[in-house]
């Protein structure tokens, strides 16, 4: 059988790119034919997605991937970041341009949830880290909007852009879950939540699951792109992470994994969700993956805090050369300043090496100075958190990981990488980078019946055809032992 070429669109929120997969029983051969940057824009005082950029890159890509491919597309999917959405009048139009997660207008919104639903309630119900901006959150701060009050139906972000492509609308299940709307042990609606919180579940098209048909595209999308149709559309595990994990290749279930981009999303892959009050405390999320499976981890702020001091320098007259502060980091003091990398103080953009110089002045570390210094103190952090999550993320779900598995544009980072395997004490495998794509197009070769088997059979196709780098742990185990226990604030031995 000659493998069969599919896109995969996968929409990050510092990039977009479309990637064309050619996939046979035993090959898996993975092209990028078109990125495109992922810049919100601030009107007035609320900061939007700019989803027709988005949706214009979309279609630049499926003509790329359809010239790449001789015309022919065998199916398309879309993956993309969680929990924001659009919202459609009765017509089907678009009403205003979706707002961006890392928006202000959900401050204050949690404490007025947390009064319809106590917090233990809706963890023990949907089993849904806190983070300010669930959709939850986002839909109690938009009540009361005339754009909410014309709304007749609400499509998560992958969900709308398929339905442009196709003009089918449906709700898939692992970015539904990011909703804080779902309940993990019966994958479905929490029909009880959704009332106590004054959420119309009546906005949301059927739930979808990953391998359901989606669709094919529309003559206009075909005519804008160049493709011969029918094209069709598979359902993917459009929430980026949860195609990431199916991207992760591991062998048996003993590992970890740390989907690092924009974010890093540090944890297990479960069968079960674990909804104890501990695991609530230590905000483990248990998002629904693909296959049945339960996306166990937390969310840590990722490179995000790099990309900013980038943002920053530049602005400032000073841009920075990523490679130059890498391999500037790697000879730089180890563990001299270190923040939390999970602290929500970071979520909001602007302002990001004040903020990191500030936070270490607080814990009474030395500031850093110079970019490189900054760069050192933002890996130091992301290796401890994500040691404190790996670490975590056993103990409350009582699995093992003897492997910690980097995917994701931070599986480039040679350095994050070494300093991951040096904080947590366990070997990492590196890569794909492009996790997210090539978990995309699995699923949907698998739907088209070119691949069959579950994720431990995808996983093995990963592992024989992708590049992967191995890092051994090294470096100073006290010295990382003595940063873990000052950055939890606990003593190691209250742990123990
Ligand atoms: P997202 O999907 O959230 O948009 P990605 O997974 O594309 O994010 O990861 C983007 C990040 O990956 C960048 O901010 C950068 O820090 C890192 N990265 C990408 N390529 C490289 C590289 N060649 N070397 C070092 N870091 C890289
Ligand atoms: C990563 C991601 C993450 C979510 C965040 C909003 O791209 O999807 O899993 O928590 O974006």
């Not at 491919?69 to 924001?84: C, E, T, Y």
Request: glycine letters at 10%; a negative charge.
């Amino acid at each position: 059988t000659t493998p069969q070429p599919f896109a995969a669109v996968d929409l990050g929120a510092s990039s977009g790119r479309v990637m064309l997969a050619r996939v046979g029983p035993e090959t898996l051969d993975l092209r990028e034919v078109h990125r495109f940057p992922n810049r919100p824009v601030r009107v007035g005082r609320t900061l939007h997605w700019d989803v027709l950029a988005l949706y214009r890159g979309v279609l630049d890509g499926l003509r790329a991937a359809g010239a790449a491919a001789g015309g022919r597309l065998a199916g398309v999917g879309i993956d993309s970041w969680a929990v924001d959405y659009g919202l459609l009048d009765e017509s089907g139009a678009l009403l205003g341009n979706p707002v961006h997660y890392r928006d202000t207008r959900t401050d204050g919104a949690a404490e007025k949830v947390a009064a319809l639903l106590p917090p233990r309630e809706l963890y023990a119900a949907t089993g849904l880290q806190h983070l300010p901006f669930n959709t939850v959150y986002q839909l109690v701060a938009a009540r009361g909007t005339p754009q909410l009050a014309a709304a007749r139906r609400l499509l998560m972000i992958p969900d709308l852009i398929a339905y442009w492509l196709t003009g089918e609308a449906g709700t898939e299940i692992t970015n539904a879950s990011t909703t804080q709307l779902v309940d993990p042990r019966t994958r479905t609606w929490s029909p009880v939540v959704a009332a106590r919180l004054g959420i119309d579940l009546g906005l949301f098209p059927p739930l979808r699951s990953p391998g359901d048909p989606a669709g094919t595209l529309l003559p206009e999308v075909l005519a804008e792109t160049g493709l011969a149709g029918p094209v069709p559309m598979t359902v993917v595990g459009s929430h980026d992470t949860a195609s990431a994990v199916v991207g992760v290749p591991a062998t048996g279930d003993d590992f970890a994994y740390i989907a690092t981009g924009t974010w890093s999303l540090a944890g297990l892959e479960l069968d079960r969700p674990v909804l104890t009050e501990e695991s609530r405390a230590a905000n483990f999320t248990n998002e629904l993956g693909v296959d049945g499976t339960v996306r166990y981890l937390r969310n840590i702020m990722g490179l995000w805090l790099l990309q900013e001091c980038l943002r920053a320098w530049e602005a400032g007259g000073e841009p920075q050369d990523l490679a130059a502060l890498l391999a500037g980091a790697a000879d730089a003091a180890p563990l001299r300043s270190v923040v939390d990398a999970g602290d929500p103080a970071f979520l909001v953009p602007g302002g990001m090496p004040r903020r990191i110089a500030e936070a270490c002045a607080r814990a009474g570390l030395p500031e850093p100075r110079t970019p490189v210094e900054f760069t050192r103190c933002v890996l130091d952090s992301l290796a401890l958190a994500h040691r404190r999550a790996v670490e975590d993320a056993q103990a409350l779900s009582g699995r093992t990981a003897g492997t910690v598995h980097i995917v994701g544009g931070g599986a480039h980072n040679a350095l994050l990488c070494q300093l991951t395997a040096d904080a947590t004490g366990l070997p990492v495998v590196a890569g794909p980078a492009e996790a997210a794509a090539l978990g995309n197009a699995l699923v949907q070769a698998r739907a088209a019946g070119v691949v069959d088997g579950g994720l431990p059979r995808l996983r093995a196709l990963l592992r024989a055809t992708q590049p992967l780098r191995y890092y051994d742990p090294a470096g100073d185990r006290a010295a990382w032992d003595e940063a873990a226990d000052r950055i939890t604030g606990r003593a190691r031995t209250a742990r123990e």
